[in-house]
C-alpha cells in the first residue's frame, strides 16, 4: 500500500452493503510512493481503507479525547483532543465538529490550537476539558445578544515560563485555564488572567504536573458552576465551585475508590432519573482510568450516588474494596517454597515469593496477607516459570490477584530461541562482518544519519541492553550521540537493500525498538517493496530485546523487491532495532515476551492475564463453569528482561461469584474519555468516548487519520435486577441511516447445533445494524459472526449459556499484528432476562463492533480491521438448538454521503 494523494469521491447514499466493496474495497485511493512516509493527504476522500462511516473521524491526524461537549443554538459542539501536524500524538490542540443530530458531523477549523516559540518549540498545549454556554453572562466575557461560549480546559506547560500576564509556570505544569466564544464556537479568545486554577488544592500543590481534564456544569439548586477535576496518580476527584467561572473554590475530593490501577482521568458529574421517575433522581460520577480497564489498557468506570452541592458519596453498592471473595483457596503464597509445593524454573527457582518489595523495587500494594509471588528478582532480568500442583474445578470462577508488567500471551510463541530454516535473503541480509563494518559495505543504501555509519554490535551508549539479535552485529539506529546529535534517538535516516528475488512463501526477521508504525509521522519501521510499493510493514515492540516477525510474501513469489528499514523520529524511543532477514518456507515463531499467569486444563492454556505496568495488584475473575471437574494447574510465566518485565500474583480463589471491581460503562477494549454533552434539550443525557486504547493507539493502521470517537449514545438509569444502573442506547437519529432490511425473520426459528443462518444467504455487507432477541434454551453458545471472510476472517457476538457471559471475539477479526494483545475475546457478565431471552443491537462499521445488550446496562465496543472483502453475517448455535425469536437486519447508509 503507498501513502500520496488520495482522490475525491462523492458517497453515493445507497453506500456500504453487499455492492459497497466496490467502494470500500481497496480504498486506498492513493499514488505510488517510491519510499514510504510519504505523507502528503490534503483532504479525505472518506472511503479510505477502515475509515468509519458511522462515527466521526477528523478528515486527517491524530485524535483522542472528546472535550467541550455543549448544546447550544440547534448544534451540538464536539471538541477533541487534536494535533493539527501529524498522525501521532503531539501538539495537543482542540478540534472542532458540529452536529444538529449527533449522528452527520461537519468538521471545523481547530478551535484553539497549540502555541510554539520562535524555534517552534510548544509553549503551550491544550489538554482536555469542558465547554458551557453563559447564558446569564455571570463570566462578564459576553456581550449583548451574545452569550459567552466558556471553555475550560488544562493548560500544559512543557517548559518553565513567565506568562504575559506576569504569572510564573514551572515545566510540566497542569493547570486549568478559560477560553470564551461570541461566535458559537467559531473563534476563540483566551482569557487574559490565565491560569485560573495554577495548582491543585491545598495539600496536594506537589501534584502540578497530575491536575487535569475540568468537567464544569451549571447547579440549578444554588446558582452555581461546579467544576470536577481530578489528581491522576492520587486517584481523586476534586470539585469546585464558583459563582463567575473565573474564580473558583475547592470543596470537596472523591477517592481513590474501586479501580484504582491506572491514573484516573476525564472525570464527569451528572444527575438523572432513575427509570424515568423525575421525584426520584441520582447522581453518576464518571472516572475514566488508564491502565486498568476492563480487558487491560484504558477504560471507563461510574459510580452511582448523591451530590449534594459540595460532595459526591457513592451508593453503599457502587464501592467494591479488595477483600477477597468467599471461595476456597487454591494458593494465597503464605508458607515457605517447599509446602507450596509449585515448580519454579529458571531465575525464578526458591525465588519467586517476596513479602512485599524485592530490593530495587517500588510500590508493591494491594496484596492480601504478608506474601505474594513477585518475580521481580535482580530486577526485570528474572525469566522463568511457575507452575502449581494440579487442582479440581469445583466452582464457577476462579478470582485472583494481579499485578506487574503488561505483556499478554501470544498464541504460536515459543519459550526458546529458535533460528528458523531457511537462506538469507540477500548477502548482507545478517549484517555480519568486519568488527567496523559500514551498512554500505553490506551493499545497502544509506541514507540520511545512516551515511558511512558503522554497523552497530549491541547496546551503543547510555541505551538499555540490547539482547535478541544473532551473530555480532545488527541494525540500531540508537546512535545520536556517536554523530554528536542532542541523544541515541536523534539519528534519522533509511537503509534500503539491494534488490533480491522472493523465492520462498515467508520472509522471517528479527525486529525492535521503538513501536511507531510505518504510515504515521515519526515511523521506526521495516517495509517490503515491491515494484516500489510498499506491501508489508513491521514496527518494533517498545523494546530493546529483538523478536522474531514473519511476512507471508507467497503472491509475490517471483518477484523482485527490497527492504527498507526506515528511523524517521527523533524522540523518545525514536529508533529501530533490525536483523538477520531469511526466506523461509515456514512462519518464524515470535519468541514469548510475556508476563503472564495462564490457566491449563490439559496442558492447554484457557485463559491468561498480565499485569497493567502497575505494582498494585487487582481482582481478575476467570468463568470456569464449564470446566467444572476438570483437572487443572496455574501457570506464571516472566520471559522478559525489559521494563515491567515482571509479574505479581496473590489470593488465587475458587469462588460462586466473581469478584467485582468497579462498575464497567463498556467492557470492550475501545471506550475511553467518556464525557457528556452539557445543556441537552429536553434534560437528555449524551455521550461519547474516544474510540480506542492507549495499549496500542499509536500502532492502529490507519492513515491519514488515527483515532476517533465512538458512536453517540443516550443515557438512562435504570433498576436492573435490584441495583440502578447506568444503561446506554444509540442515539434515536441513528435510525435515520436505515435503508431497506437486508434480511427480517417472519417468525421464531429454531437454529439446530452446528447449523448457520445466512450462511448460503445473500445477506453480508462492511456497514449495517443488527437488532435481535434471542433464547439460547439449550444450547452451550448462540451467537452471530460478522464481517466473515473467505481467509478465515471473523467476529463473533455470542453468549456462553454456560458462563452466563456476553463476549465479543476479535481473535480472528483481521489485521492485529500492531499489537500482541489486540487478537482476544472479550467478556461481560450478562444474566438473561426472566423469560430467557437475550436481547441485542449490534452496530457494524467498517472498522469496528459496539453491542448493546439487556436494558443497555451492558455494552462492548471494539475495534475490528478486517480486510475490505469480509461482509460474510451468520447466526450460530453450539451444544443443542437455540430459538431467535426476532431478527432484523439493516443496511446502514455512510455519515459522508455528501462528501
Same mark, same amino acid.
Given at each position: ?196 486554577? =495554577? ?80 421525584? %426520584? ?42 477483600? =477477597?471473595?468467599? $471461595? ?28 512485599? %518489595? ?61 533460528? =528458523? ?159 538477520? @532477514? ?28 498480565? $499485569? ?50 468497579? %462498575? ?157 494483545? @489486540? ?30 445488550? $439487556? ?45
Amino acid at each position: 500500500m503507498s501513502y500520496g494523494h488520495p482522490m475525491k469521491k462523492k458517497l453515493s447514499p445507497g453506500l456500504i452493503i453487499a455492492v459497497s466493496a466496490t467502494l470500500l474495497y481497496g480504498c486506498d485511493n492513493s499514488t505510488n510512493s517510491n519510499l514510504p512516509n510519504d505523507d502528503k493527504h490534503v483532504q479525505s476522500s472518506y472511503l479510505e481503507k477502515y475509515r468509519p462511516q458511522l462515527q466521526y473521524t477528523a478528515a486527517k491526524n491524530w485524535q483522542n479525547d472528546p472535550n467541550g461537549l455543549v448544546y447550544y443554538d440547534g448544534e451540538y459542539h464536539l471538541f477533541y483532543q487534536y494535533n493539527p501536524n501529524g498522525n501521532g500524538w503531539g501538539d495537543m490542540s482542540w478540534g472542532h465538529a458540529i452536529s444538529t443530530d449527533l449522528v452527520h458531523w461537519e468538521e471545523l477549523p481547530v478551535a484553539l490550537a497549540v502555541e510554539k516559540d520562535a524555534e517552534g518549540k510548544a509553549t503551550q498545549m491544550f489538554f482536555s476539558g469542558s465547554a458551557v454556554v453563559d447564558i446569564d453572562n455571570t463570566s462578564g466575557l459576553g456581550e449583548p445578544g451574545k452569550p459567552a461560549m466558556v471553555a475550560m480546559y488544562t493548560s500544559y506547560y512543557p517548559a518553565s515560563m513567565t506568562l504575559a500576564n506576569g504569572k510564573t509556570v514551572e515545566a510540566g505544569t497542569q493547570a486549568q485555564s478559560l477560553a470564551y466564544s461570541l461566535d458559537k464556537g467559531r473563534t476563540w479568545q483566551l482569557y487574559a488572567n490565565n491560569p485560573v486554577l =495554577p495548582l491543585p488544592p491545598t495539600g496536594y500543590e506537589d501534584q502540578f504536573r497530575e491536575f487535569r481534564d475540568p468537567k464544569m456544569f451549571w447547579f440549578e439548586p444554588e446558582k452555581k458552576w461546579v467544576m470536577v477535576a481530578v489528581l491522576a496518580t492520587q486517584h481523586k476527584a476534586v470539585l469546585y465551585s464558583s459563582k463567575n467561572l473565573r474564580e473558583w473554590a475547592f470543596m470537596s475530593e472523591f477517592g481513590p475508590i474501586n479501580a484504582t490501577a491506572g491514573v484516573w482521568e476525564c472525570p464527569d458529574l451528572f444527575e438523572l432519573p432513575v427509570d424515568g421517575d423525575p421525584a %426520584n433522581r441520582k447522581w453518576v460520577m464518571v472516572i475514566n482510568l488508564n491502565p486498568g480497564g476492563p480487558v487491560g489498557g484504558s477504560g471507563s468506570q461510574y459510580f452511582v450516588g448523591n451530590f449534594n452541592g459540595t460532595t459526591f458519596e457513592a451508593d453503599d453498592n457502587n464501592v467494591f474494596d479488595s477483600t =477477597p471473595p468467599e $471461595g476456597a483457596v487454591v494458593e494465597n503464597f503464605e508458607g515457605d517454597y517447599n509446602s507450596l509445593g509449585w515448580t519454579a524454573t529458571g531465575d525464578l527457582v526458591d525465588s519467586y515469593v517476596s513479602q512485599g %518489595n524485592n530490593p530495587g523495587q517500588n510500590g508493591v500494594s494491594l496484596y492480601q496477607g504478608e506474601k505474594l509471588l513477585n518475580t521481580f528478582v535482580n530486577g526485570d532480568a528474572a525469566i522463568g516459570t511457575v507452575t502449581s500442583p494440579t487442582f479440581k474445578i469445583t466452582d464457577n470462577y476462579i478470582n485472583l490477584m494481579v499485578g506487574g508488567g503488561n505483556h499478554p500471551h501470544v498464541a504460536d510463541s515459543t519459550l526458546k530461541t529458535e533460528l =528458523p530454516a531457511g537462506d538469507l535473503l540477500f548477502s548482507g541480509a545478517d549484517f555480519e562482518g568486519d568488527e567496523k563494518v559500514t551498512y554500505s559495505q553490506l551493499g545497502w543504501t544509506a541514507e540520511g544519519d545512516f551515511v558511512n555509519q558503522q554497523v552497530a554490535t549491541g547496546t551503543i551508549g547510555d541505551q538499555q541492553q540490547v539482547t535478541g539479535f544473532l551473530g555480532s552485529h545488527l541494525v540500531n539506529s540508537f546512535f545520536g550521540k556517536l554523530i554528536n546529535k542532542e541523544d541515541g534517538d536523534s539519528a534519522i535516516g533509511t537503509l534500503t537493500s539491494p534488490a533480491f528475488t522472493l523465492e520462498k512463501p515467508y520472509i522471517n526477521f528479527l525486529i525492535g525498538g521503538g513501536n511507531n508504525p510505518y504510515g504515521k509521522s515519526g515511523a521506526t519501521a521495516v517495509v517490503l517493496l515491491v515494484n516500489g510499493e510498499v506491501m508489508r510493514s513491521a514496527t518494533g515492540n517498545g523494546s530493546e530485546a529483538l523478536n522474531w516477525v514473519n511476512w507471508d510474501v507467497a503472491e509475490y513469489q517471483g518477484q523482485q523487491a527490497r527492504i527498507a528499514i526506515i528511523d524517521d523520529n527523533s524522540g523518545g524511543w525514536g529508533h529501530i532495532l533490525a536483523d538477520h @532477514f531469511i526466506a523461509s518456507d515456514l512462519p518464524a515463531k515470535p519468541i514469548s515476551s510475556e508476563t503472564t499467569v495462564n490457566l491449563l486444563v490439559n496442558d492447554n492454556i484457557i485463559y491468561s492475564e498480565t $499485569g497493567s505496568n502497575s505494582e498494585a495488584l487487582g481482582w481478575r475473575s476467570w468463568n470456569v463453569a464449564s470446566l467444572k471437574g476438570e483437572n487443572a494447574q496455574i501457570q506464571v510465566i516472566d520471559n522478559n528482561t525489559g521494563g515491567w518485565g515482571h509479574i505479581l500474583v496473590d489470593q488465587i480463589l475458587l469462588s460462586d461469584q466473581p469478584k467485582q471491581t468497579a %462498575n464497567w460503562a463498556d467492557f470492550g477494549s475501545d471506550f475511553y474519555a467518556a464525557v457528556s454533552w452539557n445543556g441537552a434539550p429536553d434534560g437528555k443525557r449524551y455521550w461519547a468516548g474516544w474510540i480506542s486504547n492507549w495499549d496500542y493507539a499509536g500502532s492502529v493502521p490507519t492513515t491519514p487519520w488515527r483515532g476517533g470517537q465512538t458512536l453517540v449514545r443516550e443515557l438512562k438509569l435504570q433498576t436492573v435486577g435490584d441495583h440502578v444502573k447506568l444503561t446506554q442506547a444509540p442515539v434515536e437519529s441513528m435510525t435515520s441511516l436505515r435503508g431497506k432490511p437486508l434480511y427480517q425473520l417472519k417468525e421464531e426459528t429454531v437454529l439446530s447445533a452446528g447449523d448457520t443462518l445466512l450462511a448460503d444467504a445473500d445477506v453480508q455487507g462492511q456497514v449495517y445494524e443488527i437488532e435481535a432477541q434471542l433464547k439460547p434454551e439449550h444450547a452451550t453458545e448462540v451467537g452471530f459472526k460478522v464481517r466473515k471472510g473467505a481467509q478465515g476472517e471473523e467476529t463473533l457476538i455470542g453468549y456462553d449459556a454456560v458462563a452466563g457471559e456476553l463476549y465479543l471475539d476479535r481473535t480472528k477479526s483481521g489485521e492485529s499484528t500492531f499489537f500482541s494483545g @489486540f487478537a482476544a475475546k472479550h467478556r461481560a457478565p450478562l444474566p438473561l432476562s426472566d423469560d430467557g431471552i437475550l436481547k441485542l443491537r449490534i452496530i457494524v462499521d467498517t472498522s469496528s463492533v459496539t453491542v448493546f445488550s $439487556g436494558k443497555g446496562e451492558v455494552v462492548l465496543t471494539d475495534l475490528i480491521f478486517p480486510d475490505p472483502s469480509s461482509t460474510g453475517i451468520e447466526v450460530y448455535s453450539q451444544g443443542n438448538s437455540a430459538t431467535i425469536a426476532t431478527m432484523t437486519i439493516w443496511p446502514l447508509k455512510s455519515i459522508w454521503a455528501d462528501k
